[in-house]
C-alpha cells in the first residue's frame, strides 16, 4: 500500500489501488505479494493505473494460476512498454512463459507469422499491438478467456487463495490496530537492550 501510495503520488490512490489488487486476490490463485510485485512493475514502466489494472488481470489468465509465469510474464510486458515495441528478446521471453503475440495475430489478422517477424526486426510491431494480441488471447473466445479463473479451482488455486485471504484478514486486521502497533514497535526500538542481552548470555 505504502509502495504503490508512491508511485501513484498519493496514499489515498494507494490504498484504494490496493483494495482492488486485494479483491482480485481473492477470487484468484495468485497471492497478494505476486499481484503487487506484478502492479509495481508495470506501473514504474510508465504504464498507467488503469491500464495496470487491466494488464494485470490479462497475465493472470494467460498464466492460468502459475505465479512463476505471471511474472515472467508481468516483466516482459513492462520491457515492451518501455520500450514501445517488441523486440526479438521479448518474443523469446513471452513464448518461454507460455505466450506467443506474434502467433495470436498472425491468426487474428490472417498474415503469415514470417511477416510479422520481419516487421518486428523492423520495429513496427507495437506495444498497442501487442496489447491487442493481450485483448484477443484473453476475450471470449480466446484462448486463455477466464484462465485465472480455471486455475483457482484446481487443489493447489483453492489452497492458495485460502492461505490469501487469511492473510489478507490478517492484514485488514493489522492497518485497523496500525497507530497502537506502530507505538509498540517505536517503544522497543527505543528501549537499550544491551542489558537485557547481557543479561540472557549471563
Same mark, same amino acid.
Given at each position: ?21 486485494? =479483491? ?33 488481470? *490479462? ?9 512463476? *509465469?505471471?511474472?515472467? +510474464?508481468?516483466?516482459?510486458?513492462? *520491457? ?12 523469446? *521471453?513471452?513464448?518461454? &512463459? ?6 495470436? +495475430?498472425? =491468426? ?5 507469422? &514470417? =511477416? ?15 496489447? =491487442? ?25 483453492? +489452497? ?8 489478507? &484478514? ?33
Amino acid at each position: 500500500r505504502t509502495n504503490l501510495g508512491t508511485l501513484l503520488g498519493s496514499d489515498e490512490r494507494g490504498a484504494a489501488f490496493t483494495k482492488r489488487l486485494e =479483491e482480485y486476490a481473492k477470487h484468484t490463485p495468485y497471492a497478494m505479494n505476486d499481484i503487487a510485485s506484478l502492479a509495481k512493475g508495470l506501473i514504474q514502466y510508465n504504464v498507467s493505473e488503469a491500464d495496470t489494472e487491466k494488464l494485470m488481470k *490479462q497475465v493472470g489468465d494467460i498464466a492460468m494460476g502459475s505465479k512463476s *509465469q505471471m511474472s515472467s +510474464l508481468g516483466l516482459v510486458l513492462g *520491457q515492451v512498454a518501455s520500450a514501445g515495441k517488441l523486440q526479438g528478446q521479448d518474443l523469446l *521471453q513471452f513464448i518461454n &512463459a507460455g505466450f506467443n503475440p506474434l502467433a495470436i +495475430l498472425s =491468426e487474428a489478422w490472417g498474415r503469415p507469422m &514470417a =511477416e510479422l517477424k520481419d516487421a518486428m526486426s523492423e520495429g513496427k510491431i507495437s506495444f498497442e499491438m501487442v496489447r =491487442e494480441a493481450l485483448n484477443l488471447a484473453t476475450q471470449e473466445g480466446g484462448k486463455f478467456y477466464k484462465g485465472a479463473e480455471r486455475g483457482s479451482k484446481t487443489l493447489e488455486g483453492l +489452497l492458495s487463495t485460502a492461505v490469501d485471504n487469511f492473510s489478507i &484478514a490478517m492484514g485488514d486486521a493489522f492497518r485497523n490496530n496500525e497507530d497502537v502497533i506502530k507505538g509498540i514497535a517505536t517503544m522497543m526500538a527505543s528501549i537499550d537492550w544491551t542489558g537485557v542481552s547481557k543479561m540472557l548470555g549471563d
